[in-house]
């Protein structure tokens, strides 16, 4: 029978859109099991064969969950704001909503027609005011919240109000930005504004000044991830250390259990080590040098305070505060050349640039504390402003990077003592102030030799035992029109929020998204926004008279904000009173299942864990985790293709010719190859750019031979396959089932459009096991145990497969069960419909259609998951093989319950034994139980 995937799927989609088949309840008494994809952005190029790999996976695996009788959450949104849909808007004038909304468009065609069972009712986009609405509460209530480190959780900001009214910082333990230190009577007697002040250092959400990457040809700061080799990766452009005021969160505040509650996670192990290694917890001592002819110290954050005597310098960070106030005027012009260098790096390149050394001196010395020595203060890119204090006790001895930098500059190396002689040598104060290199000091284990000098570190009055984070707080603040509006006025200079029944703060209509004339983000741009605060509502921008009107923060929030909490609001999508309705949150709790890739360690997965914490602490929901097992899937590679053009021409050389020519290797478009060779379309090269119209070629055997390389799947690379051709060609369940097939999840693996005729094949002989010729032929017979045992030897490892996810395995293990039941002609319907339910999973069209061809007026999707009977499995003839001297002679099939006596006394009164015996006694007989049979004679 023609099996016609084209008339099937649309018929399939249709039939699942109009009945909601996929629509999740929340009431049930089913269990729950919550499945999330990471959240798609939705780029104008639409899916290619990579995107949907992680999604296939995890629609299998829900599928799967349903048949088990779970109440299953698969829901699907957009991370709709974004710079590239901005980008875009400036360059052409579009609203980015327009092209938001197309691109969103092009998406949902593309993900419906691959056949995902996601709950379309519950879709949400973080660009819709619906949803930004409470990105936006959010943010109110983690302006108004403090991290109390005696109850270690976040509290609402009025208990910290009251613990300075009764006792002002008396006793207080909090994490903050500055020491503070005052009075309830001083905190009384302050000004409103002055308190406010005060309440900054501690909020949650708070406004500082900060360095951020600042990119001046888009007009806005840019997290980490976007930016590369010091250019954004939007656009190229330059991208510069800055110290803006910025809004930041106060992760900071949740290092420790942030790095805790990893233990409890079922992740990859390396993306687990990314976030330990970024939250970066180390222990030491914070010590303060004292500036010669200054009266500024430097403090400084080390592990290892029992180096001390082997520091001979200092280094601060280009940023330091402390720079322009202890830097010489003789040093003054290299200092600030260097600092105006190093804004050119991001703390990444920073990070990552180990070998290369840089640095300037500042003219000014510090003196160790312990030996009184002089110790020069330089700058340099290595030292990072945002980790400890922003300064270093270089050790060069003991240093790899401290030790490179002393080489370069020629410094003092001293290696530091390591033992008590050389201790009785120097004329140090007492033992207490002794350093140490060795495991040892006087007999002690390192940890208390390390103790020691932490002590006197203490006696001293210089500094003090510490914990420290890598970890810094996260900059909150774009300067960018695409992006959720930050619910803040400013009055008196000084931030305060919305009222919560003024939200969603609209994103305002504006002429142009670029930054203003005066240097504003592009919201100074918008001729309605201003905060009436009288009237609680927004007015005119022209009536801001500060007041009574006052102007709102013209900064938007990041890409990460209505990332962190999506996964919460799918949960209760609808509610406009609150994100998620608390019987909910408490109902699908954790998500069971996330899938995405590993690029978000240190970004998205940690921004939603905080606040995760966050919304935890202050009571909305009650799980301490969002994500409970992730799965990072691998990548789909492509085959790209690669013509050679010859230095300063428009000639381009064949491939196998290219080395007798200086060329260039450019990137081709693997569209213009003929078929599936490695043969470029030398015509359609030409049609295909304006700059290729006069390309000449020089072929070899007639042929312009591309070159071919695997590399990741790109646009820019021109090695996309498009989803939607290969389901129009193979059908959306022969390109699920492919790529699972590939390989393993959690691998990348090449793409190669012709093996998905292997697949298709399989698809077609499933189809037809349930046809006589054309006509649908089933058999209401009893199935043989050898039916039986195919369709259990499968159940058993598909069940196994599906729960370790080793879909790819499952996909073989489908084509061997099919191949054995077409070879003993099975289409007994107790063999083919289970067969049905186990590969509905993975290929859901073809089995909604045989399932309905069976006579069931229901779907598929919800039927009971065919239980596995091991009875079946159990073999009542064994075949052994029989070997006489070492070499097999002949087989014999026994039946599977003879003891190894009883196989012993057949196979020796076999005939063709007994012709080998010659009337001989055997010496040795070996019987392995249903595996072999050994004679020695």
Not at 101 to 106: C, F, K, L, P, V
Not at 341 to 368: C, L, P
Not at 412 to 422: G, P
């Amino acid at each position: 029978m023609f099996y016609d995937h084209q008339q099937i799927e649309k018929k399939w989609q249709k039939y699942w859109e109009e009945n909601q088949t996929y629509k999740t309840s929340n009431n049930t008494d089913k269990p729950k099991f919550y499945v999330l994809d990471m959240f798609p952005y939705p780029s104008g190029a639409g899916l290619h064969v990579g995107h949907p790999l992680g999604y296939i996976a995890s629609d299998i695996y829900a599928r799967y969950k349903r048949h088990q009788g779970f109440n299953v959450l698969h829901p699907v949104g957009y991370d709709s704001f974004g710079l590239p849909a901005e980008q875009y808007a400036i360059q052409t004038g579009q609203h980015p909503a327009i092209t938001t909304e197309q691109n969103i468009n092009r998406y949902e065609e593309q993900l419906k027609k691959i056949g995902f069972s996601f709950d379309w009712s519950r879709e949400v986009r973080t660009s819709d005011a619906s949803y930004y609405k409470w990105t936006q509460w959010i943010f109110i209530q983690l302006y108004h919240s403090w991290y109390n480190k005696n109850t270690d959780k976040a509290e609402p900001i009025e208990t910290l109000i009251r613990h300075f009214e009764e006792k002002g910082t008396e006793g207080l333990h909090a994490n903050q930005s500055d020491e503070l230190t005052f009075t309830a009577e001083e905190w009384a007697n302050a000004s409103g504004l002055d308190k406010e002040d005060i309440l900054l250092n501690y909020r949650l959400a708070y406004r500082a000044e900060t360095t951020v990457n600042w990119c001046p040809a888009l007009g806005t700061v840019l997290a980490n991830d976007e930016v590369k080799d010091g250019k954004s990766e939007r656009g190229g452009f330059p991208v510069f250390q800055k110290k803006m005021m910025q809004w930041s969160m106060r992760i900071s505040a949740y290092s420790e259990r942030l790095l805790q509650g990893l233990t409890a996670l079922d992740w990859p192990q390396p993306l687990k080590d990314a976030q330990e290694y970024w939250i970066g917890k180390s222990q030491g001592a914070q010590v303060q040098f004292q500036i010669e002819q200054h009266d500024e110290t430097v403090e400084v954050f080390t592990t290892r305070p029992d180096t001390i005597f082997g520091a001979t310098f200092i280094v601060l960070a280009p940023e330091n505060p402390l720079v322009e106030t202890i830097t010489t005027q003789a040093q003054k012009v290299e200092v600030d050349t260097y600092i105006e260098e190093t804004s050119k790096k991001t703390e990444r390149d920073r990070m990552s640039d180990v070998k290369n050394v840089s640095g300037a001196f500042t003219g000014s010395y510090a003196i160790n504390p312990f030996s009184g020595e002089k110790m020069p203060v330089y700058i340099s890119d290595y030292v990072l402003m945002g980790y400890g204090t922003g300064a270093v006790m270089a050790v060069p001895a003991h240093d790899e990077r401290d030790h490179r930098f002393a080489k370069k500059f020629n410094l003092e190396i001293k290696k530091v003592v390591e033992t008590e002689e050389d201790v009785q040598e120097k004329s140090f104060d007492s033992k207490d102030s002794v350093c140490v290199n060795s495991d040892f000091l006087n007999g002690l284990p390192y940890n208390d030799a390390k103790s020691l000098i932490i002590s006197a570190i203490e006696k001293k009055g210089i500094g003090h035992g510490t914990t420290n984070y890598r970890q810094r707080d996260a900059i909150f603040s774009r300067q960018r029109y695409w992006g959720e509006p930050v619910p803040i006025y400013y009055k008196d200079g000084m931030p305060y929020t919305l009222p919560t029944s003024a939200l969603p703060l609209e994103l305002p209509e504006v002429e142009k998204y670029l930054p203003t004339e005066d240097g504003d983000p592009p919201l100074g741009n918008a001729k309605t926004f201003a905060w009436d605060e009288v009237n609680q509502k927004v007015v005119a921008t022209d009536l801001i008279d500060d007041k009574t009107i006052f102007p709102l923060e013209l900064s938007t929030m990041p890409g990460w904000a209505g990332s962190s909490w999506y996964f919460l609001r799918y949960m209760d999508p609808q509610n406009d009173e609150e994100f998620s309705a608390k019987d909910l949150s408490d109902y699908w709790g954790q998500v069971d299942l996330y899938i995405g890739g590993s690029e978000h360690a240190t970004g998205h997965l940690l921004y939603s864990r905080f606040w995760n914490m966050f919304l935890k602490d202050r009571g909305w929901i009650n799980h301490d985790e969002p994500f409970q097992k992730l799965i990072n899937q691998g990548m789909i590679l492509g085959m790209s293709a690669f013509v050679y053009r010859i230095d300063g021409t428009h000639k381009y050389v064949s491939k196998n010719l290219a080395s007798e020519y200086q060329t260039q290797q450019i990137h081709v478009d693997v569209s213009l190859l003929k078929g599936a060779s490695d043969e470029l379309d030398t015509d359609a090269f030409k049609a295909w750019r304006p700059d290729y119209a006069d390309a000449e070629f020089i072929l070899e055997d007639g042929k312009y031979i591309t070159d071919r390389e695997v590399e990741k799947m790109s646009k820019s690379k021109y090695n996309v396959v498009n989803p939607d051709d290969i389901c129009d060609e193979y059908g959306a369940d022969g390109l699920r089932l492919y790529e699972m097939f590939l390989g393993p999840l959690e691998q990348s693996k090449p793409w190669n459009t012709q093996g998905l005729s292997g697949v298709y094949g399989f698809l077609k002989k499933f189809w037809n096991l349930y046809f006589n010729g054309d006509v649908f032929e089933v058999s209401d017979e009893e199935p043989t145990k050898a039916e039986y045992k195919v369709l259990h030897t499968l159940i058993k490892k598909v069940v196994y497969d599906i729960e370790n996810f080793s879909f790819n395995t499952s996909v073989s293990s489908f084509m061997i069960a099919v191949n054995e039941l077409q070879k003993i002609k099975c289409n007994k319907r107790n063999i083919l419909e289970p067969l049905a339910v186990i590969i509905s999973p993975y290929a859901p069209h073809i089995c909604e259609e045989l399932w309905s061809l069976l006579g069931h007026t229901t779907s598929i999707e919800f039927e009971k998951f065919p239980v596995l009977n091991e009875d079946y499995l159990i073999e009542d003839e064994i075949e052994y093989p029989v070997s006489v001297n070492g070499k097999m002679k002949f087989k014999i099939s026994l039946s599977a319950q003879l003891s190894a006596k009883e196989v012993e006394d057949l196979v020796i009164s076999n005939e063709k034994m007994q012709q080998i015996l010659e009337g001989k006694t055997p010496k040795k007989i070996i019987v392995v139980p249903h595996r072999i049979v050994n004679i020695v004679i």
